[in-house]
């Protein structure tokens, strides 16, 4: 198992340095000077060229590369322009919403997934079906977005039964302000976890151990639970690792249509205020926040399955 | 990240299967369905603000939210604007996004994904490692973090996502390269002499096509999604331009006056994600064998 961690941890070495790349060089899409614009209009030349000093930008490409990189491993994700303090810091505030957003997302995606996948494998091409892969036809073209607003609309401003967004004080209080917007993301993202767990039971159902357990007497509700939906469970939790990334831009949006101050609404203000350091800073941290999931999820699955080799 | 994991993220494809024999292949309820939404679509965007009365985007400040009638289909906007003709006019920004968005991804990520395939060695080294680290970022997080960088605006969505969409095709491409490369015609036209390109567009892309065509559909779905959302989020289409996610941005303060603002773009969003997903699936059951 540790060799297995251990592989895995040096197989990613690369595609952190290619991230750090990627996230350093996107400052440099910026058309004209990213101080100047950082600045605005009003900005005297002396300021410009402070925030140029500031930012590296005078040094030759590569060293500022260089300087970025061990600023990176000294924790440093450099200073807001607006905010006026460190980036990490500033994450770091935010990161528990969008963290309690994408946990809260997860658990209703499951929720759903489960039985209407359940439902459609053991009533396959009958009614129950039929309607579960329009659900999912439709689902899949649906905008997040606006799924998010109607359910708004209609559950807080009509029917006042939900808070009307932000995300309140205590536990309970930030679950209750959480529901709508996690039950929007997990909406759009279990169009896709349905269709692949229903066709995933399909092939269980009709695969020979479950024959067998059939044979051996087993009550249908045992076998289903026991021989089937097991068996279904683990490739439900790779496509949901490796929807993560898809989930994680689902909370950007809906972040803005319920005013939640998570790490998407700041990337947003963040962009608006061009205050590009913030943004390079936040994209980062959710490609490394979608990396150690989806190395969590590989070894969560080796430790589960024993078809998976660990060496 | 595991390169030959066949599940892109967005979508699962299964293994490289051969085109069905043209007997067996079947036109499914689904392709019609798809080709008939999308048609009427088609034809309603192109032609219908050729012959729409109304500008999309000049107020007409004496006709503000007025409802449903013979004069206004769907009504006007806050501003007066017949809705109709911007639901138009903005089909076809959203649907030109798509094409071409989804369009280049294409050519570029199934040009990579062949030459890493094909050639392997260190051309495979060199695009798959871009491929893993780009599979990294989310993928509308990235999207959204060029536009950031290139400044907000309809064309600069075209880059994001020519930036970050041919990955999947990479992928695809290159995965169905690697079983195709080494059925025996594929052996057999080398023996005999062929070019590599030759072998590759004669003998190998129509095995590729299939799972590339399908994936396409899917994508024009997701390519409309993203170019809605980063609108809706102001880093799209500028106002007073009509785009569908823009028009459900602008629509959500008057929603308790007028519903349709907000509600008839959304439609229109799914009608079109819709049509294509139906076509997707249709083309599967028309290009792969029937089981």
Redesign the interface.
């Given at each position: 198992m540790s060799r297995f961690v251990l592989r895995r941890l040096i197989q990613m070495v690369?595609?952190v340095f290619?991230?750090t790349?990627?996230i350093f060089f996107?400052?440099h899409?910026?058309?004209g000077d990213p101080a100047a614009i950082m600045l605005g209009t009003r900005a005297t030349p002396e300021n410009v060229a402070q925030l140029r000093r500031n930012l590296g930008l005078d040094e030759p490409l590569l060293v500022q590369y260089m300087i970025f990189l061990r600023n990176l491993a000294t924790g440093s994700l450099g200073d807001s322009i607006f905010y006026r303090e460190p980036v990490l810091g500033l994450i770091l505030d935010h990161l528990p919403t969008t963290l309690m957003l994408a946990t809260s997302t997860i658990i209703l995606a499951v929720i759903i997934t489960v039985p209407l996948a359940t439902l459609a494998a053991l009533k396959r091409d009958r009614l129950a079906d039929q309607l579960v892969r329009a659900f999912l036809?439709?689902g899949?073209?649906?905008?997040?977005?606006?799924v998010g607003?109607?359910l708004l609309?209609l559950l807080t401003?009509r029917f006042r039964i939900f808070p009307p967004g932000g995300i309140g004080e205590g536990f309970f209080d930030q679950l209750r302000h959480l529901f709508l917007p996690a039950l929007t993301v997990a909406l759009s993202i279990s169009a896709?976890l349905v269709r692949?767990l229903r066709s995933s039971l399909i092939d269980t159902l009709t695969a020979d151990h479950v024959r067998t357990a059939r044979a051996k007497g087993l009550s249908s509700r045992a076998v289903f639970i026991w021989h089937v939906l097991r068996n279904s469970a683990m490739s439900t939790v790779?496509?949901l690792g490796?929807?993560?990334?898809?989930?994680?831009?689902?909370t950007?949006?809906i972040e803005?249509v319920f005013a939640l101050p998570g790490l998407g609404q700041l990337?947003?203000t963040?962009?608006?205020g061009r205050d590009?350091p913030v943004?390079?800073g936040?994209?980062l941290v959710?490609?490394v926040l979608?990396?150690l999931v989806?190395l969590i999820t590989d070894l969560v699955y080796a430790a589960l399955d024993p078809r998976v080799s660990l060496d | 990240?595991n390169a030959s994991?066949n599940?892109v993220?967005?979508?699962?494809l299964g293994a490289a299967e051969p085109l069905a024999p043209r007997s067996r292949r079947r036109i499914s309820p689904s392709l019609i369905a798809g080709v008939a939404i999308l048609g009427v679509v088609l034809v309603a965007v192109i032609v219908g603000p050729m012959i729409s009365p109304y500008d999309p985007t000049e107020p007409v400040l004496t006709e503000t939210f007025a409802g449903p009638s013979m004069r206004h289909p769907l009504g006007t906007d806050n501003f007066g604007r017949d809705i109709l003709t911007r639901i138009l006019y903005g089909g076809r920004v959203d649907l030109m996004i798509a094409f071409l968005a989804t369009s280049v991804t294409v050519v570029v990520g199934g040009i990579l994904g062949a030459i890493a395939g094909f050639y392997g060695k260190w051309w495979d080294t060199i695009i798959m490692?871009?491929v893993?680290?780009?599979?990294?970022?989310?993928?509308?997080?990235?999207v959204?973090?060029?536009v950031?960088?290139?400044?907000?605006s309809q064309n600069n969505i075209f880059v994001a996502i020519w930036l970050v969409g041919w990955i999947a095709y990479a992928r695809i491409v290159r995965g169905e390269i690697l079983v195709v490369k080494r059925l025996e015609y594929v052996e057999a036209a080398r023996v005999v002499g062929l070019t590599d390109r030759a072998i590759i567009l004669r003998h190998i892309a129509p095995n590729v096509i299939t799972p590339v065509v399908v994936f396409a559909m899917?994508d024009m779905?997701l390519n409309i999604?993203v170019a809605?959302?980063l609108s809706?989020?102001?880093?799209g289409t500028q106002p007073p331009n009509p785009e569908w996610?823009l028009m459900?941005a602008e629509g959500?303060d008057f929603?308790?006056r007028s519903w349709q603002l907000?509600?008839i773009?959304?439609l229109a969003?799914?009608?079109?994600?819709?049509g294509?997903?139906?076509l997707g699936d249709g083309l599967a059951d028309l290009l792969r064998p029937a089981r």
């Open positions: 690369p595609v290619g991230l790349a990627v996107m400052i899409l910026v058309p036809l439709v899949l073209a649906m905008p997040s977005f606006w607003i109607n609309l401003v896709v692949n790779t496509i490796l929807n993560l990334g898809y989930l994680m831009g689902g950007v949006i803005q990337l947003l963040s962009i608006f590009y943004v390079q936040i994209t959710y490609a979608v990396i989806n | 990240m994991t599940v993220g967005r979508a699962g490692r871009i893993d680290i780009a599979i990294a970022f989310p993928f509308l997080v990235l959204i973090a060029i950031a960088m290139l400044g907000p899917a779905v999604l809605a959302s809706f989020l102001g880093l996610g459900i959500r929603f308790l907000t509600t773009p959304g969003i799914l009608v079109v994600g819709t294509f997903s139906l």
